[in-house]
């Protein structure tokens, strides 16, 4: 049986991937996100698409672990993997809290907070 941790997991990794997509095609603008530090369209995409192929590996790791079929990961590499996610979600909400852009404290920080928590609920 899914937990509702698990489905809001894989729901919130969907929205950041959204959003990573929307502004590596520049419909958000990118100074929204790493703290407004970014300053060319080059930086933009040096940060952004790393940062979408890691959260699709995070939401593939996630679907591996809920979906009811053959799992291409051991139940403990997937449980170190859940604790790296806790871990690096929590960083970037610490990373959010310090940002000097409002939005991302208001926004991406709790987000980033929901992620490190379902990560954490997930792997205990």
């Given at each position: 049986?899914?937990?509702?941790?698990?489905?809001?997991?894989?729901?919130?990794?969907?929205?950041?991937?959204?959003m990573?997509?929307?502004?590596?095609?520049?419909?958000?603008?990118?100074?929204?996100?790493?703290?407004?530090?970014?300053?060319?369209?080059?930086?933009m995409?040096?940060?952004?698409?790393?940062?979408?192929?890691?959260?699709?590996?995070?939401?593939?790791?996630?679907?591996?672990?809920?979906?009811?079929?053959?799992?291409?990961?051991?139940?403990?590499?997937s449980?170190?993997?859940?604790?790296?996610?806790?871990?690096?979600?929590?960083l970037?909400?610490?990373?959010?809290?310090?940002?000097?852009?409002?939005?991302?404290?208001?926004?991406?920080?709790?987000?980033?907070?929901l992620?490190a928590?379902?990560?954490?609920?997930?792997?205990?």
């Open positions: 049986m899914v937990a509702l941790s698990e489905i809001f997991l894989i729901c919130l990794l969907l929205i950041f991937i959204l990573h997509i929307a502004i590596i095609l520049k419909w958000i603008p990118y100074t929204f996100v790493w703290g407004g530090r970014l300053t060319s369209d080059k930086d995409y040096r940060f952004e698409i790393p940062s979408t192929i890691v959260l699709i590996f995070f939401l593939w790791v996630a679907f591996d672990r809920v979906l009811n079929t053959p799992h291409f990961l051991t139940e403990q590499t449980n170190i993997l859940f604790w790296l996610m806790a871990i690096l979600f929590s970037s909400a610490i990373g959010n809290i310090l940002s000097n852009h409002k939005f991302e404290k208001l926004v991406f920080a709790p987000l980033a907070f992620l928590v379902c990560c954490f609920i997930v792997v205990i």
